[in-house]
């Protein structure tokens, strides 16, 4: 199946664009301008335009428009790429905040942090990720009031690829934008190729802030922003079922290139596991093709030998991580289904940019296309058939209650400090949606455990009651961080070149690798497994030391285990002479993802016995058992 190149429609230049000499702005980069000046605008507005069409430009507007602007990336590779780019616009001075530009602890840390922010510093725009920010409102930064006046400094604020992030990293987003907004007005660019409308709906009617939707029009004699594309379906679920075949298309196109220091060819896989097992099979059987190829799958992000940046390479290896930021001339794409039509047409969208290209499709099942399309037809039949698992009712719901207990979490947390923080920092979460709910229950779940196995107390000291609020307050330290929790332990594994050192979460490695053995320093020297058959992995949560649970399976079935454990615990305590309620408990435990949320404090496999400290930043010792 072909797919028509497409055109987006064009105006005279206004604003910056005029000024700086362009013969033509897109439209809607226009409106975005026109939006950045409007000192009357609404309050936010939502940028809709795909992926090459030029959504970066008109940051330039509001950085322009600005004293102080904030651009945040939900990636760091994808902050330092764009980082470079604003440095190549003239009369814009950018600045990156991440944990590398950021020195000391304590009082310190929170000076290095406001600093940046300072309007007399120089710069027009910081660039940072999401994480940050949802450090300082949850008080990860420990100084209760001081941290907060980062929220002070911007006048506007863009996120762009904000539909990258699942409900619990949303709702931090959601969360954010009220503190900015609500402070001093910020103004808030949200820019996607496929937003998550449930978060525009939420700015709109949970945040009461009024949005301005500036979407860019396709149109058949416009600019032209996407070259022809040819949709090959496969009937394999994988690309691996179907790896030699793919690795002897990727050696005929390595063999026709000219020149083989440019990205060309992309692989996007569903699991870094896939990912990993594909670099290691070319470098076993495909080694011509090896040494033209890279791999930027998250999985070696802290290899000290691994050369992210570089992009002398003519074949990339990536996963969703390479869903956001491909900035390359891609030709030839090979590509799993995700599971969201946003996903799937991020991951289209990089090919067919500069030149025709041809995309080949894994898992996708049948679909009534015809011979050829239009690009906005074809991305209407992605979303027809990958559209969503939830009502829209259902998705705002569950965003109001997760932004509830940010903000409730947010006071909660600040209540043992020492500092007073005053009616300032109160303002910033109490007028958030269900703040009160989930402050009462906060309350009431840690009063009821401080009470707990004292004469006349309703909780025993090992009644079911007590183990499962034990269980819950674990639960909301996941609250603290962006996006949940997760073990990370360092790690050497064959990468297929060399053994190779990396960092990266333990339950997910040993559902995919063995452990050979554990060097000095602790690291895991793993070995990938040969057998498809689940791996027998058993964890213990607080609350429950003595009742191992089964955390073999994927996320979907480590998700249906909780299901099955979590309620039943619920059903089996006694609140009525406590003050929690059970149906907010129950609902606690419904919209969080637990798996994201939970932190194991003892995990087991095979011989070796994993045990996670708890207290402060997490730290994982692997010893061999003694059987």
């Not at 999401?130 to 980062?150: C, E, N, R, V």
């Not at 032209?224 to 009937?235: A, G, I, S």
């Not at 093709?289 to 290896?317: C, I, M, Q, W, Y």
Request: proline share 5%; hydrophobic share 35%.
């Amino acid at each position: 199946m072909r797919i028509r190149s497409a055109s987006l429609a064009t105006e005279p230049p206004v604003e910056g664009f005029a000024e700086r000499g362009f013969d033509h702005a897109r439209a809607f980069q226009n409106h975005v301008a026109q939006w950045a000046h409007d000192d009357d605008a609404e309050p936010v507005a939502v940028l809709r335009a795909p992926t090459g069409a030029g959504k970066t430009a008109t940051f330039y507007e509001v950085i322009k428009k600005n004293d102080l602007s904030l651009v945040v990336y939900p990636t760091n590779a994808l902050l330092d790429q764009q980082l470079e780019r604003f440095g190549e616009w003239d009369g814009i001075s950018a600045e990156p905040l991440n944990s590398d530009t950021l020195d000391g602890h304590g009082d310190g840390r929170v000076e290095d942090l406001l600093q940046l922010t300072d309007r007399f510093e120089g710069h027009d725009v910081v660039v940072t990720n999401p994480d940050i920010l949802q450090a300082i409102i949850q008080d990860q930064y420990h100084g209760s009031t001081k941290p907060m006046q980062f929220f002070d400094r911007f006048d506007a604020v863009v996120y762009d690829e904000f539909h990258f992030y699942d409900d619990l990293a949303a709702s931090g987003l959601l969360l954010q934008t009220h503190v900015m907004h609500d402070r001093r007005g910020t103004n808030v660019l949200l820019a996607s190729a496929t937003p998550n409308e449930s978060f525009v709906e939420f700015v709109e009617e949970e945040l009461s802030l009024p949005t301005r939707d500036i979407a860019a029009e396709y149109v058949s004699d416009g600019d032209q922003f996407r070259r022809p594309v040819t949709v090959e379906r496969h009937e394999a679920r994988t690309i691996n079922e179907e790896r030699e075949a793919v690795a002897e298309t990727i050696r005929e196109l390595v063999d026709d290139a000219d020149n083989l220091d440019e990205p060309q060819v992309t692989l996007v896989f569903n699991s870094v596991a896939a990912s990993n097992d594909f670099h290691a099979y070319l470098a076993e059987e495909y080694p011509d093709v090896f040494k033209h190829t890279a791999k930027d799958n998250g999985f070696d992000t802290n290899d000290p030998n691994a050369n992210l940046e570089s992009r002398d390479f003519f074949v990339l290896n990536t996963t969703s991580k390479g869903e956001v930021g491909l900035d390359y001339d891609i030709r030839t794409l090979f590509m799993e289904t995700p599971p969201t039509p946003s996903a799937f047409l991020q991951r289209f969208g990089r090919a067919g940019r500069e030149y025709e290209a041809t995309v080949n499709v894994f898992g996708l099942g049948d679909m009534a296309w015809p011979d050829e399309m239009r690009y906005p037809d074809f991305a209407a039949s992605i979303y027809d058939a990958l559209g969503a698992h939830r009502s829209r009712d259902e998705a705002i719901a569950a965003l109001r209650s997760l932004v509830g207990m940010r903000a409730a979490y947010a006071i909660h947390s600040r209540m043992t400090e020492d500092e007073w923080f005053g009616a300032e920092l109160f303002a910033d979460f109490e007028s958030v949606s269900e703040y009160g709910k989930w402050r009462a229950f906060f309350r009431a779940v840690d009063s009821t455990l401080e009470d707990a196995g004292e004469f006349g107390s309703p909780v025993m000291q090992n009644s079911a009651t007590r183990k499962i609020l034990d269980f819950a307050r674990h639960c909301f330290g996941a609250l603290k961080s962006l996006r949940g929790r997760s073990l990370s332990v360092d790690i050497k594994y064959p990468r297929g070149d060399r053994h190779a050192l990396t960092s990266y979460d333990l339950l997910t490695t040993l559902r995919y690798y063995d452990i050979e053995d554990i060097e000095p320093d602790g690291t895991l020297v793993v070995d990938r497994r040969e057998s498809t058959q689940p791996v027998a992995i058993t964890a213990r949560f607080p609350g429950y030391e003595n009742r191992p649970q089964d955390y073999s399976g994927s996320n979907s079935e480590i998700e249906q285990m909780f299901s099955r454990w979590i309620y039943p615990e619920v059903e089996e305590a006694d609140f009525t002479e406590t003050e929690v309620d059970e149906g907010v408990l129950r609902q606690f435990f419904s919209d969080l993802s637990l798996p994201k949320t939970v932190m194991p404090i003892e995990v087991r496999y095979g011989q070796y016995v994993a045990y996670v400290e708890q207290d402060g930043i997490p730290s994982v010792d692997v010893e061999r058992r003694q059987i």
